[in-house]
Each structure stands twice: as C-alpha cells, then as structure tokens.
Antibody
Framework: EVQLVESGGGLVQPGGSLRLSCAAS????????MSWVRQAPGKGLEWVAN????????YYVDSVKGRFTISRDNAKNSLYLQMNSLRAEDTAVYYC????????????WGQGTLVTVSS | QSVLTQPPSASGTPGQRVTISCSGS????????VNWYQQLPGTAPKLLIY???QRPSGVPDRFSGSKSGTSASLAISGLQSEDEADYYC???????????FGGGTKLTVL
C-alpha cells in the first residue's frame, strides 16, 4: 500500500525557516517524480514544486523561487521541502504527492502538514 | 486569481447529472492534458480523472471528463450525497513552466 507521511510543520515567525519531510513507503520511491502541493486555509490547491527521480530536475512556482528548495534522499525514501524567508502568505497545509504517468498526475497524496507563519 | 477558471459552486439533487467547467488558454488546457481532483471535507485531494477522460481504478463510471479546445469539463451522473466535495481541474502551463490548478468548485447535493 502506497503511503506518504508528512512531518515538520508548525508555527514559525515571518522571515523564519522550516524543513518539511515526507516519508514514502509501499512503492519504489526512486522511480517516481515527487511533488509538494499546498492549500491555504479555506482556499484552493497550489502546486509548489516538482523533483525528478534522481533530483537532477526541479521546478517551482514563481512565488517560492529562491526561497524554497525541494530535495530527496532515495536511500531513505524521503522527500523534503526547505522553506526559508517565510511569509504570512506561505501559511497552508503542505501535501506531499507522488507524480504518476504525467507531470500533473498526482496519484497519491499524504495527509498534509500545517505550516503557520505568524508573529 | 487562478490561471484555470472554475465556477465557485455547483449543485444538484440526488440522481441528477451535473457538470463542472474549467476554462484555460492555449498555454495550458489548449496544449496539455487535464486532470481532475476530488477533495472530500477534511481530507487530502484524490485523483479523479487523468489525461482528460481516464478514470483511475476504483473511480465509479458516474464520473467522466472531456476536453475541447481551451476548456474542459467534469460530468457526474447519478449524483449521490457522498459526491459532495470540492473539485479541482489541473494542467501544465507551458508559459509558466509549472502546474496550474483551477480555483475549485464546491459541489452541494441538495
């Protein structure tokens, strides 16, 4: 059974940093692109970043470029999102998702971890 | 303001057929496939339709998708109370070089 479990969310002050983790199991992690998608409270879904199987290609939404870094450790079956210079508008539930047959096919999702940026 | 435009709400009675539209442009829907996601209250999103009109295993055939030009649609026939959820369309955008979602449509079963 495919499982994605996020961790690392919490309350952080504006300008602060946070590192999210996603532990994957039930599939060959190194064979799939992976992604982070976020959802602000009461709002819609927003794609944040994608990373290729070997980490050689990464894509980001413009609003996080230069502040967020997606990475992975295939030996640990883990996906990460390093978030720096956090802003109030980054407050959201962050979902880890497996990318399936196409780049927009998020076929499995984690339960999400809440990041709150506030003073 | 989302790149893909969806109506904020839709509704229907049990047994009815409802459709949800998703409007984009030549850089996204016009040149790439569209997926649909269902998000039940308090849960993570779930893949509902991929590659415009394909259903993952386990998704009832009451759900169907279509695409024409720069627009796509999700149709739900034989509406059931458990279909009450938020629905999102998604596509790759060649200009933005990223995935774009619609703003979401809240479906209410009356």
């Amino acid at each position: 059974e495919v499982q994605l479990v996020e961790s690392g969310g919490g309350l952080v002050q504006p300008g602060g940093s946070l590192r999210l983790s996603c532990a994957a199991s039930g599939f060959t992690f190194s064979s799939y692109w992976m992604s982070w998608v976020r959802q602000a409270p009461g709002k819609g879904l927003e794609w944040v970043a994608n990373i290729k199987q070997d980490g050689s290609e990464k894509y980001y939404v413009d609003s996080v470029k230069g502040r967020f870094t997606i990475s992975r450790d295939n030996a640990k079956n883990s996906l990460y999102l390093q978030m720096n210079s956090l802003r109030a508008e980054d407050t959201a539930v962050y979902y880890c998702a497996r990318v399936g047959t196409t780049v927009v096919t998020f076929d499995y999702w984690g339960q999400g971890t809440l990041v709150t940026v506030s003073s | 303001q989302s790149v893909l435009t969806q109506p904020p709400s839709a509704s229907g009675t049990p047994g009815q057929r409802v459709t949800i539209s998703c409007s984009g442009s030549s850089s996204n829907i016009g040149s790439n496939i569209v997926n649909w996601y269902q998000q039940l209250p308090g849960t993570a999103p779930k893949l509902l339709i991929y590659s415009n009109n394909q259903r993952p295993s386990g998704v009832p055939d009451r759900f169907s998708g279509s695409k024409s030009g720069t627009s796509a649609s999700l149709a739900i026939s034989g509406l059931q109370s458990e279909d009450e959820a938020d629905y999102y369309c998604a596509a790759w955008d060649d200009s933005l070089n990223g995935v774009v979602f619609g703003g979401g449509t809240k479906l209410t079963v009356l």
